[in-house]
Antibody
Framework: EVQLVESGGGLVQPGRSLRLSCTVS????????MSWVRQAPGKGLEWVGL??????????QYAASVKGRFTISRDDSKSIAYLQMNTLKTEDTAVYYC??????????????WGQGTLVTVSS | QSVLTQPPSVSAAPGQKVTISCSGV????????VSWYQQLPGTAPKLLIY???ERPSGIPDRFSGSKSGTSATLGITGLQTGDEADYYC???????????FGGGTKLTVL
């Protein structure tokens, strides 16, 4: 059974950092592109970024709203994807989901999602 | 303001059919696949449609997708109260080099 489990969320002050982890099981992690999607309270889904498999160069792409502040990485030996969030802003408050992409380029949908982890940025 | 435009809400009676539209431009819907997701209250989104009109295993054929030009449509037939949820379209935007979502549509089954 495919499982994605996010962890690392919590309450953090503006300007501080937080690292989220997405631990997966049930499939060969290294073969897949992984994405992060967030959802602010009461709002819609927002794409955050993705990281391709090493086979496709491990290319990373980000939404304009987080570029330069967030960093996505992966550890294929541990089957974990990471989202390092720096210089956090109140508008980053959201549930953050880790997803598995069906396609390599992020254009074929996310067929598996984690349960999400809540990040609250507040003083 | 979302890159893709969806109606905020739609409604229909049980057993009826409903369609949800998703409008974009050539750099996103016009030249890339569209996916659709269902998000039940308090849960993570679930993939309903990928590659414009394909259903993952386990998704009933009451759900269908189509695309024409720079617009896509999700259709749901035989509406059930359990279909009440938020529905989102998604695609890749080649100009932005980023994924993009619609603002979401809340379906009410009256």
């Amino acid at each position: 059974e495919v499982q994605l489990v996010e962890s690392g969320g919590g309450l953090v002050q503006p300007g501080r950092s937080l690292r989220l982890s997405c631990t997966v099981s049930g499939f060969t992690f290294g073969d897949f592109t992984m994405s992060w999607v967030r959802q602010a309270p009461g709002k819609g889904l927002e794409w955050v970024g993705l990281i391709r498999s090493k086979t496709y160069g491990g290319v990373i792409q980000y939404a304009a709203s987080v570029k330069g502040r967030f960093t996505i990485s992966r550890d294929d030996s541990k089957s974990i994807a990471y989202l390092q969030m720096n210089t956090l802003k109140t508008e980053d408050t959201a549930v953050y989901y880790c997803t598995r992409e069906k396609g390599t380029y992020g254009d074929r949908g996310s067929d598996h999602w984690g349960q999400g982890t809540l990040v609250t940025v507040s003083s | 303001q979302s890159v893709l435009t969806q109606p905020p809400s739609v409604s229909a009676a049980p057993g009826q059919k409903v369609t949800i539209s998703c409008s974009g431009v050539s750099s996103n819907i016009g030249n890339n696949y569209v996916s659709w997701y269902q998000q039940l209250p308090g849960t993570a989104p679930k993939l309903l449609i990928y590659d414009n009109n394909e259903r993952p295993s386990g998704i009933p054929d009451r759900f269908s997708g189509s695309k024409s030009g720079t617009s896509a449509t999700l259709g749901i037939t035989g509406l059930q109260t359990g279909d009440e949820a938020d529905y989102y379209c998604e695609t890749w935007d080649t100009s932005l080099s980023a994924g993009v979502f619609g603002g979401g549509t809340k379906l009410t089954v009256l």
